[in-house]
């Protein structure tokens, strides 16, 4: 039997159908409600049911004032801060802590503390002479709080007396002001009410009955304590486990003994406490698992095996909130219904994410010649947003594709507008000058997306930042206040952190999801706790007050300790009358998050598992499931044998499409055959594929313009003059959106990287200089050959060489390289050896050009062919060569080296066309750095 059907079946014998005569209080809503429904079942007849309220309502029907919403009381009370304060502070700055000091003085009234003492300054404090109310202990944590106070740096004490001296006067004008327009936050509603209570101006009816409390504030201690004197009844949930007079270490029964020794409430404590939890609870299983994913995989098969026919009868409780949608997606497809209480953080809503993106659009974006331009960085994010590109579909695609291949950094309206699109509505809305009025502008954007078909609990986060919005306008216009964008962001940014959004489903159907507080007064059969960790459950030290700790402890306010004996308490209780409990934590640390199981955890075992068989610990950390990447190999199926055969007649294999296969047969699978594109994303700046094409580019129009003649040092230093001018062009093409060259203009990191280009080119020209006299034969030219392999199947080679050029008897080939390519290499063998520790892919390609060269007509069979790579790290070198060496030798022609590098050529080829070699990953992790399908292999 539950707690609230023990309860309903006690005061249904007592009382029967004069029920209906008493109003039953609990510590929140969600109780009243389980109450209604357990005591519906015990009754056969028509009675008029009693009245079942949470505390907070009730206290609300005895009083005549209004509670404002937080960001009201916050807004309130920086009006009167500003009037004491001798220093102007802005509401966005304030708010942090206006939103702390409204909790603190919540704080001071639900404790009913004496807040003139409680504020006063060290100089107040040393003349007060009347202490009387407080006890020894008290005074002396304030004496020890001054004591440590005045040994702090000056400066520190400044600091810290600024703003405490001021805090007194807040208070009771932020009190007056709101009492004054019959305003109050909640703990002055409930003092107001208590202290009517004590005084006698107002009696308390009889007819009450209180059920499920613990760790109650000053003023619920009065107003129950009034009411018991009436004869009000009271239930306590509780078990001699904790709350046994002798087991004073267990802080989760501290509450229930200190209301033992409370000269009323004392008189509602049962004289025999139920002893649940060691006689009737199971055996409860302790899982460590890695990873938040693997839980909620291990939760999804334990919900297998569990016979569901009560749905209702099992909770998941969710010690760290952002799994509720891990969770609901592990869920198995039996089940049908589930119902969620929880209020789930709205910054983890994906709506608040577009809203921060579209915000910061409006940020960074220019008006120049009243016109509007975005960077290209913000509008891609708000196009990959989920819910944008969901709704835009392929609109969005092909904005995003536009802007990603024409390279476009600032983006007009003309740009976000395409021929194509149907001038979506959402673009328009998206995409405007939101200055005027960022509410309207964010407001429109919720509008919209709220009008479209999508998930329910999305809808309730939409109508949550709809209203948080709603309201911060009002109070804006109310108090005639104005926010520039980034005031505005941070006070968005600031509200929403706080806001929960309470997820309202029906909550007596299906199986529960909630969080630790919100299982406060229900039981369940089954319970599910996941990452019950130390940093959930309860979690870090959360000191936002800005009253120190030893007068909070001195004047009775809610401490630390207090905290972890509440959470220690709703840990226990769960265990009293459940039969099966499965408790389960992510031992991953990474991120410095996580890891650690709770201490409750601990202290369980530490208690039980010494003398009993009640706990069973599990290790999951291998657990198969949630290894993190498979390995991955494509057969050569028909499709990719005849994809292979084209080589035969219609494709070229290049000598880079070599080189990506002998660094991995997944990658070349993934390029040359699956035909998977490498991201295109947008670049102001140059990266490294671009600058290589630069420098091709440039060398290109410089020997192209001098092909065939030869050239000595004069001619090559007078070429040296059009550095400048086809750098320019060539960056212009890629970067100026189709615009002249004269009007491109360099900015930011391409500014340096010009100078980098110019500066290899120049080096370039520098050694040909010393090298010159030669002529060039060709530059990008193309040569190709089809190579047979032994087993009679022909493969079409093809590469571009980037200069072919003649000096005396030698015909150079030779490549350039933006990077630190090596020209060594140990022998041919190895530059067809995937395993080789020096297998250099540099020397491969160019002599692979050779070969290439060599094998066509226009090589006469005379010459001596050498390759050569200019590579950027070489070039600056004194001693540079461009001269390729094999184990130390220097190449000075490269037909002697053919036989054998044609045979490593077929070798190679022979496995990847013909053999049953399947396209695996490299065991190279290396070779994966730069891959562009590393996300494919997750490696
Ligand atoms: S990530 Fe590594 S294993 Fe995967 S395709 Fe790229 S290089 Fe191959």
Redesign the pocket.
């Known amino acids: 039997m539950t707690f609230l059907e023990e309860v309903a079946q006690n005061i249904y014998h007592k009382y029967g159908e004069n029920i209906s005569d008493y109003t039953i209080i609990f510590p929140n809503r969600r109780a009243s409600l389980f109450f209604n429904t357990a005591l519906r079942k015990l009754i056969n007849k028509p009675i008029w049911a009693p009245e079942s309220i949470s505390i907070e309502d009730f206290v609300k029907q005895q009083s005549e004032y209004a509670v404002p919403d937080q960001l009201s009381l916050v807004f309130t009370l920086h009006e009167v801060f500003q009037k004491h304060a001798p220093f102007k502070e802005d509401f966005e700055q304030f708010y942090f802590w206006g939103d702390m000091l409204v909790k603190d003085f919540n704080d001071v009234d639900h404790y009913m503390a004496d807040a003139k003492p409680l504020f006063a300054n060290l100089f107040e404090w040393k003349k007060l002479s009347d202490t009387d109310f407080l006890t020894k202990e008290q005074l002396l944590l304030i004496e020890k709080f001054w004591r440590s106070f005045e040994a702090k740096p000056k400066e520190a004490q400044e600091k810290f007396t600024r703003n405490w001296n001021i805090l007194y006067p807040v208070y009771e004008d932020f009190r007056n002001k709101l009492l004054q327009h019959k305003q109050a936050y909640n703990g002055l509603l409930y003092r107001i009410y208590a202290d009517k209570l004590l005084s006698g101006k107002e009696r308390i009816s009889d007819k009450l009955i209180f059920a499920g409390f613990n760790a109650l504030t000053k003023t619920e201690e009065a107003i129950i304590s009034e009411a018991v004197k009436n004869g009000a009844e009271v239930f306590w949930d509780l078990d001699a486990y904790y709350a046994s007079k002798e087991n004073i270490n267990q802080e989760a029964g501290n509450f229930f003994r200190e209301y033992a020794n409370h000269s009323i409430l004392g008189m509602t404590m049962p004289s025999d406490l139920p002893n649940k939890i060691l006689e009737n609870t199971p055996q409860i299983n302790i899982t460590e698992i890695k990873g938040n994913i693997a839980q909620t995989k291990f939760l999804g098969q334990l919900l297998l095996k569990q016979n569901l026919e009560s749905p209702e009868k099992t909770v998941i409780i969710l010690g760290d909130e952002s799994l509720l949608f891990p969770v609901l997606y592990a869920l198995p497809e039996n089940i049908k219904k589930v119902n969620v209480t929880m209020g789930y953080p709205l910054r983890f809503a994906s709506i608040y994410q577009l809203m921060n993106t579209c915000l910061h659009l409006q940020k960074n974006s220019r008006t120049e010649k009243d016109e509007i331009s975005f960077n290209h960085r913000d509008v891609l994010k708000v196009l990959k947003h989920p819910f944008v590109g969901n709704l835009l579909e392929e609109e969005a695609k092909s904005l995003i594709q536009h802007i990603e291949s024409n390279n476009l950094i600032r983006l007009k309206l003309e740009d976000l507008f395409l021929e194509t699109q149907q001038h979506n509505e959402l673009i328009k809305i998206l995409f405007k000058d939101g200055s005027e009025n960022y509410f309207l502008y964010l407001k429109n954007i919720l509008q919209f997306v709220h009008s479209e078909e999508i998930e329910t609990t999305e809808q309730e986060f939409i109508a949550e930042i709809y209203k948080q919005i709603s309201q911060l306008e009002q109070i804006i216009s109310d108090f005639d206040l104005s926010l520039d964008i980034n005031a505005f962001i941070r006070l968005f940014n600031r509200i929403i952190q706080s806001i929960r959004v309470p997820f309202s489903g029906e909550p007596l159907e299906g199986i529960q999801i909630m969080g630790v507080l919100e299982s406060r007064n229900l039981d369940f059969d089954h319970i599910y706790f996941l990452s019950i960790s130390e940093d959930n459950f309860p979690g870090g030290a959360n000191n936002q007050s800005f009253i120190p700790y030893n007068i909070r402890k001195a004047y009775g306010l809610p401490t630390l300790e207090q905290r972890d004996a509440i959470y220690a308490y709703l840990f226990y209780r769960l265990l009293q009358r459940s039969k099966d409990i499965n408790l389960m934590y992510n031992s991953d640390n990474t991120g410095g998050k996580g890891g650690e199981p709770s201490r409750y955890l601990l202290q369980l075992q530490y208690e039980l598992g010494l003398q009993s068989d009640k706990i069973k610990l599990q290790n999951l950390n291998q657990d198969p499931q949630a290894a993190e990447s498979y390995p ?1 190999s494509i057969e050569k199926n028909e499709e990719i044998r005849s994809i292979l055969d084209q080589y035969s007649n219609e494709r070229y294999l290049s000598a880079s499409a070599l080189k990506t296969y002998l ?5 070349f ?2 390029k040359y055959i699956a035909g998977l594109k490498e991201r295109e994303e947008v670049s102001e700046d140059l990266d490294a594929a671009d600058f290589g094409n630069i420098l091709h580019h440039t060398m290109e129009e410089l020997y192209g313009s001098v092909l065939g003649e030869p050239l000595d040092q004069n001619k090559i230093i007078l070429l040296k003059n059009d550095i400048d001018k086809i750098v320019r062009k060539e960056f212009a093409d890629l970067y100026g959106k189709g615009k002249d060259v004269k009007e491109y203009k360099f900015e930011g990191r391409n500014i340096i990287i010009r100078d980098v280009v110019k500066r290899m080119i120049a080096q370039i020209l520098d050694y040909d200089v010393k090298i010159a006299p030669f002529t060039v034969k060709a530059v990008e030219g193309e040569f190709e050959h089809k190579i047979s392999l032994d087993n009679g199947r022909n493969i079409r080679m093809k590469g571009s060489i980037d200069r072919l050029d003649e000096k005396e008897n030698t015909i150079r080939v030779i490549d350039y390289k933006s990077g630190g390519d090596e020209v060594k290499f140990p022998d041919v063998e190895s530059l067809f050896d995937r395993d080789h520790k020096d297998r250099n892919g540099a020397a491969m390609q160019t002599l692979m050009y050779s070969f290439l060269y060599i094998k066509s007509p226009d090589y006469d069979g005379e010459k001596n062919v050498m390759p050569g790579l200019y590579n950027g790290k070489g070039l600056f070198q004194n001693d540079f060569s461009e001269k390729l060496k094999m184990n130390s030798k220097q190449i000075n022609n490269a037909v002697l080296l053919m036989e054998e590098f044609e045979e490593g050529l077929k070798k190679i080829l022979t496995e990847l066309f013909n053999s049953d070699q399947e396209f ?3 065991s190279k ?1 290396e ?2 750095t730069y ?4 996300t ?2 997750n ?1």
Do not use: E
Not at 663 to 667: D, G, I, W
Not at 931 to 934: A, D, F, L, V
């Open positions: 991955i660094n991995c047969r997944l990658q699978y993934f695996d990953q490299t992790i070779n994966c891959c562009p399908y590393r494919i292999c490696k």
